[in-house]
């Protein structure tokens, strides 16, 4: 059976698998990303963490967050990862282990894996939402990934929710990210009570204990969200809108709210076939394989 390696690259760490076709995964190896961050550094860090999984493979898949080029396999910077400028992440890891390399967001990573292995592989177009760090999108009709232009489509999470809000990584105000996500909670949380949380979890358990400006912020967070997500619908009619992401392991904290308030403001014709739910959460490693799988079709 053939196998491919998938790479995440994340905020924090760089986490590379290997899969069979099926999905199954052989073997996984596991870095931390480099506090202080160059483009050597992190390239080295890069290749050192792919380099036991790189033998018996047909072909390596990396998801990163964006913006980035995907034609000529760049990373032109991040928000979560200071420090890198226009990293050559397809040509050093196509040089260093003679394997074809497939280079895409994270985000269009996360839907191709559902789309190949997920809850709803079924549907004829899937919109899957990465709810993490950040929001991420990416949008899979009829086993095709759309990308858009040099791989940066589908940037959900950078679409405007408050004119005139909360400064976004990105450098505008009001993104729907600024106001659903772990940045996004701990930011406002922090903005209300002067209270620095350090994580995801340390929010919602406020939620849970009934904590009242935490329940706020979620709740606002929410319909932001649920509104980002009906303008995608009204554009992209997909038969499938999938949650993924780490935020999603609270999902019962806000998965109601969410869904109702998106089948109650889309069109009455697009909620009769509309799936909505949390998906699978494959692995980001998961996800960047299956570009290997796309493309070599496997």
Not at 46 to 54: K, N, Q, V, Y
Not at 61 to 70: A, D, R
Not at 263 to 287: A, D, P, W, Y
């Amino acid at each position: 059976m053939k196998h491919a390696i998938g790479v995440d690259i994340g905020g924090g760490s760089i986490r590379v698998s290997l899969f069979d076709g099926t999905g199954n995964e052989q073997k996984s190896n596991l870095s931390k990303t480099p506090d202080h961050l160059d483009n050597d550094l992190f390239l080295k860090t890069l290749t050192e963490t792919i380099r036991p999984l790189a033998k018996d493979c047909i072909g390596i898949g990396v998801g990163s967050p964006g913006p980035l080029n995907n034609e000529t396999g760049t990373l032109l910077k991040s928000a979560n990862m200071q420090g890198l400028q226009n990293v050559p992440i397809k040509q050093t890891l196509e040089k260093e282990f003679s394997l074809p390399v497939y280079y895409e967001n994270d985000a269009n990573c996360a839907a191709l894996g559902e789309a190949y292995f997920g809850t709803y592989k079924g549907c004829e177009s899937q919109l899957i939402l990465t709810l993490g760090t950040g929001v991420g999108g990416g949008f899979v009709k009829q086993g095709e990934l759309y990308t858009g232009f040099l791989g940066n489509g589908i940037e959900i999470g950078h679409t405007t929710s408050v004119i005139g809000g909360a400064l976004c990584g990105c450098g505008a105000k009001g993104c729907v990210e600024s106001y659903f996500s772990t940045k996004g909670f701990l930011n406002r949380y922090f903005e209300a009570t002067n209270t620095k949380l350090t994580d995801a979890e340390s929010f919602f358990q406020l939620v849970r204990t009934e904590n009242k400006v935490a329940k706020e912020i979620l709740h606002f967070g929410t319909l932001a969200l649920a509104h980002a997500v009906r303008g995608a619908i009204h554009l992209l009619n997909p038969e499938a809108v999938v949650f993924v992401g780490g935020i999603t392991n609270s999902y019962d904290l806000f998965g109601e709210l969410l869904e109702n308030e998106i089948r109650s403001n889309i069109f009455s014709v697009l909620n009769e076939r509309l799936k909505l739910g949390k998906g699978r959460n494959l692995s980001g490693t998961l996800g960047a394989a299956s570009l290997v799988f796309a493309n070599k079709k496997v």
